[in-house]
């Protein structure tokens, strides 16, 4: 197993801050990815609006959740054991990590809805909705690493 999940001295991280670092980085190189394709489609001179982005962005979504479902199972299989041990820590931190992350999927949601109130064009719209889910999924994620690493207060 890489060192890149051990904290010295023998420390194992959990694997459910595993799955956080998985969660993160997939969103970060999907939505890049998606970026880059919409992006590089627009270099010709066509406006952004009008550039087709509905293929891209489903096949980055559905990338990185495949690549998210595959790397969970790759984690799971090398730490049999791991997988099925859940205690209290975790599951608060991993209700912290949701309710943060939360809050980018409401304001995406509010956003495109001002944005289809107002007329804007579709591409817009998804997109809003896109970047609220992409930023959901990396505060959920930075806030449970934050919590792992350096402790958090339970009420």
């Known amino acids: 197993m890489s060192k890149f999940f051990y904290m010295g001295a023998g420390a194992v991280v959990a694997f459910e801050e595993k799955r956080a670092w998985i969660t993160g980085v997939v969103a970060v190189i999907g939505y ?14 066509v406006p952004l609006a009008e550039v ?17 479902i595959l790397l969970n199972i790759a984690v799971a299989v090398a730490g049999p054991g791991e997988a099925d041990v859940k ?3 975790d599951k608060e931190i991993g209700r912290l990590g949701e309710h943060a992350g939360q809050s980018f999927l409401v304001i995406g949601a509010v956003t495109a809805l001002i944005l289809s109130m107002a007329g804007a064009d579709r591409f817009w719209i998804s997109n809003a909705l896109y970047l609220g889910f992409v930023l959901s999924a990396v505060l959920g994620s930075v806030v449970k690493l934050a919590a792992y690493r350096w402790g958090f207060q339970s009420w």
């Open 87 to 89: 205690d209290q820590r």
């Open 32 to 45: 890049a990815v998606y970026l880059a394709l919409v992006l590089g489609r627009s270099g010709d001179g």
């Open 52 to 68: 087709p982005y509905v293929t891209p962005l489903l096949w980055t979504v559905g990338g990185a959740i495949a690549a998210a």
